[in-house]
């Protein structure tokens, strides 16, 4: 809830009201109190507070900065302000400013479960999870009622690899808002459902209400495809995943030209020189396609005394961007990349590393294992040239599989191709072109690939190869990477956490009748041939 009773007494009662209007997304109204507090007095800073959060409701992030700046120029010691401020330099990616704002908020030691909840998410999303978790608290803690305080709070438990407690936040949102369907998917996510004790007949439910609503109707029926999964229901699994993908594949208008686009594009990046950059940076960019086995690696590495990770990061493409000067709308485009030739590669590399060491305090030997990184993998290593690429690699049957079953954040674009499942072999085909190209093309001693099945079948012998690789010494507390403490912002939060198992692989085998459409692709494109689809 808005911090009440700030404001100057005449304006007081009035922008309580508008704070109300806010809360119920009643935004003329909102608008309307707070321009009438400014015609009182112009130097009202929770008019432009309040301005502030309308506008960022609406996605104009750049100018609610702009009316929070205002509100601070008038009161500078407002967390409140800060704190939103900073959420908002968190979505426009500006991810150093939005934790200087935040640790500013964060001094001034702020008390309002709004504010608390706020901070949370802003470290949350830059990465700084061990630090997001006492905000999420505090804020619960102060206002227990607030059903997306105690989602938010789950969410960060289970990145902790808390998950008994992640349940009891979950189920706790779902007391308080019935119709949050990010709770209930989640719980299902993380729980094994059992013949015995399964939520089919609760999503089977939910479903009908939601069906008109595509994020809803993605979640629950998402859902219901994962219990089907653990009763080992695969041509139910498949059928759900169908239902829940389709209003959101209608709505995104994805163009499958875009990724083949973007591939050529990062293919003839090659061509940049290996040589030079910046030196003396030494980080690992652990990269491929979604559910290949990166967060694996990325636990086993980051288990070792010298190497931290550092999460998925965009700085590597931000800083790409940024310097390319390009005015198209994506961070990561074709555009971009055929700009990357004028690009200064060594301000290129030093910008990135300023950005990892400004906001996570990061300098030595890190992981960054953002799986789109490995589009830019040619121009890593010419900005970069002392680090070392792990480009994981995986059956392509059941890369695919593995992609379509995945729910993805439904605000990020690039992955949009898994609502459908063609286009998911379609990129597939795409992805294996450009990282085929790479491995023929960049040094072996800097590039290289690693199969999920290999590091399965010999973990030991995979991860001598890769610390070798990476110019480290043999540790065998990287065997046990499952008691690494760390938190996982990833979508196997759950499952690295366990020991290493063989159960993921293959699974495309007990799917094959209804992947027989992607399938077709993937054999048409050679990356499978007819033997393996006639096997047993």
């Given at each position: 809830?808005?911090?009440k009773n700030?404001a100057?007494?005449?304006?007081?009662?009035?922008?309580?009201?508008?704070?109300?209007?806010?809360?119920?997304?009643?935004?003329?109204?909102?608008?309307?109190?707070?321009?009438?507090?400014?015609?009182?007095?112009?130097?009202?800073?929770r008019?432009f507070?309040?301005?502030?959060?309308?506008?960022?409701?609406?996605?104009n992030?750049?100018?609610?900065?702009?009316?929070?700046?205002?509100?601070?120029?008038?009161?500078?010691?407002?967390?409140?302000?800060?704190?939103?401020?900073?959420?908002?330099?968190?979505?426009?990616?500006?991810?150093?400013?939005?934790?200087r704002?935040?640790?500013?908020?964060?001094a001034?030691?702020?008390?309002?479960?709004?504010?608390?909840?706020?901070?949370?998410?802003?470290?949350?999303?830059?990465?700084?999870?061990?630090?997001?978790?006492?905000?999420?608290?505090?804020?619960t803690?102060?206002?227990?009622?607030?059903?997306?305080?105690?989602y938010?709070?789950?969410?960060?438990?289970?990145?902790?690899?808390?998950?008994?407690?992640?349940?009891?936040?979950?189920?706790?949102?779902?007391?308080?808002?019935?119709?949050?369907?990010?709770?209930?998917?989640?719980?299902?996510?993380?729980?094994?459902?059992?013949?015995?004790?399964?939520?089919?007949?609760e999503?089977?439910?939910?479903?009908?209400?939601?069906?008109d609503?595509?994020?809803?109707?993605?979640?629950?029926g998402?859902?219901?495809?994962k219990?089907?999964?653990?009763?080992?229901?695969?041509?139910?699994?498949m059928?759900?995943?169908a239902?829940a993908k389709?209003?959101?594949?209608?709505?995104?208008?994805?163009d499958?030209?875009?990724?083949?686009?973007?591939?050529?594009?990062a293919?003839?990046?090659?061509?940049?020189?290996?040589?030079?950059?910046?030196?003396?940076?030494?980080?690992?960019?652990?990269v491929?396609?979604?559910?290949?086995?990166?967060?694996?690696?990325?636990?086993?590495?980051?288990?070792?005394?010298?190497?931290?990770?550092?999460?998925?990061?965009?700085?590597?493409?931000?800083?790409?961007?940024?310097?390319?000067?390009?005015?198209?709308?994506?961070?990561?485009?074709v555009?971009?990349?055929?700009?990357?030739?004028?690009?200064?590669?060594?301000?290129?590399?030093?910008?990135?590393?300023?950005?990892?060491?400004?906001?996570?305090?990061l300098?030595?030997?890190?992981?960054?294992?953002l799986?789109?990184?490995?589009?830019y993998?040619p121009?890593?290593?010419?900005a970069?040239?002392?680090?070392?690429?792990?480009?994981?690699?995986?059956?392509p049957a059941?890369?695919?599989?593995?992609?379509?079953?995945?729910?993805?954040?439904?605000?990020?674009?690039?992955?949009?191709?898994?609502?459908?499942?063609?286009?998911?072999?379609?990129?597939y085909?795409?992805?294996?072109?450009?990282?085929?190209?790479?491995?023929?093309?960049?040094?072996?001693?800097?590039?290289?690939?690693?199969?999920?099945?290999d590091?399965?079948?010999?973990?030991?012998?995979?991860?001598?190869?890769?610390l070798?690789?990476?110019?480290?010494?043999?540790?065998?507390?990287?065997?046990?990477?499952?008691?690494?403490?760390?938190?996982?912002?990833?979508?196997?939060?759950?499952?690295?956490?366990?020991?290493?198992?063989?159960?993921?692989?293959?699974?495309?085998?007990?799917?094959?009748?209804d992947?027989?459409?992607?399938?077709?692709?993937?054999?048409?494109?050679?990356?499978?041939?007819s033997?393996?689809?006639?096997?047993?």
């Open positions: 809830m808005l911090t700030w100057s007494s005449p304006n007081r009662a009035l922008l309580d009201r508008a704070a109300e209007f806010l809360s119920r997304k009643e935004y003329q109204k909102a608008h309307a109190a707070c321009m009438e507090a400014l015609q009182h007095d112009p130097a009202e800073a008019a507070y309040l301005l502030g959060i309308l506008t960022a409701d609406h996605a992030h750049a100018k609610a900065i702009d009316l929070f700046d205002r509100a601070l120029t008038v009161s500078p010691h407002r967390p409140d302000v800060l704190a939103q401020k900073a959420r908002n330099e968190m979505a426009l990616l500006r991810r150093d400013a939005a934790v704002s935040a640790d500013a908020a964060t001034l030691a702020p008390e309002d479960a709004f504010t608390l909840d706020t901070l949370g998410v802003v470290y949350s999303r830059a990465g700084l999870h061990d630090r997001s978790l006492d905000f999420y608290r505090r804020a803690a102060t206002a227990p009622d607030i059903a997306a305080y105690q938010n709070f789950g969410a960060a438990l289970q990145f902790a690899g808390q998950m008994d407690e992640a349940r009891t936040a979950y189920r706790r949102c779902l007391e308080l808002d019935p119709s949050d369907t990010r709770a209930l998917a989640a719980i299902v996510q993380i729980t094994k459902q059992t013949e015995t004790d399964n939520q089919i007949v999503l089977e439910t939910v479903f009908p209400s939601v069906a609503n595509a994020d809803d109707a993605l979640r629950i998402h859902a219901l495809a219990a089907h999964e653990d009763l080992n229901h695969p041509a139910e699994a059928a759900w995943l239902k389709a209003a959101k594949w209608t709505d995104v208008k994805h499958a030209a875009f990724d083949d686009a973007i591939f050529a594009a293919e003839k990046t090659t061509a940049l020189p290996t040589a030079g950059g910046h030196a003396g940076a030494r980080p690992i960019f652990i491929g396609m979604p559910r290949t086995g990166t967060t694996l690696v990325d636990r086993i590495l980051s288990s070792h005394s010298e190497v931290t990770s550092a999460g998925e990061l965009a700085d590597f493409g931000i800083s790409l961007k940024q310097l390319a000067g390009t005015r198209s709308n994506y961070v990561l485009d555009e971009t990349l055929q700009s990357a030739a004028q690009v200064d590669m060594p301000e290129l590399g030093r910008m990135y590393m300023q950005r990892v060491e400004a906001t996570l305090g300098s030595g030997r890190f992981i960054d294992k799986p789109l990184n490995a589009i993998a121009i890593i290593l010419a970069l040239p002392e680090a070392r690429i792990i480009c994981l690699r995986r059956h059941d890369t695919v599989l593995s992609n379509y079953r995945q729910l993805f954040a439904t605000r990020f674009p690039y992955y949009d191709y898994a609502l459908n499942l063609e286009t998911t072999a379609h990129y085909v795409g992805f294996d072109r450009m990282v085929r190209h790479f491995s023929a093309s960049l040094p072996a001693d800097r590039f290289t690939q690693v199969h999920y099945e590091v399965v079948g010999d973990i030991e012998g995979q991860t001598r190869r890769l070798d690789f990476c110019g480290l010494p043999f540790e065998v507390q990287c065997l046990d990477f499952h008691q690494n403490a760390a938190p996982v912002a990833t979508a196997s939060s759950a499952q690295v956490r366990e020991p290493l198992y063989t159960r993921a692989l293959a699974r495309w085998k007990r799917y094959e009748a992947l027989a459409p992607a399938l077709d692709i993937l054999e048409a494109n050679g990356c499978i041939n033997v393996e689809r006639s096997g047993p």
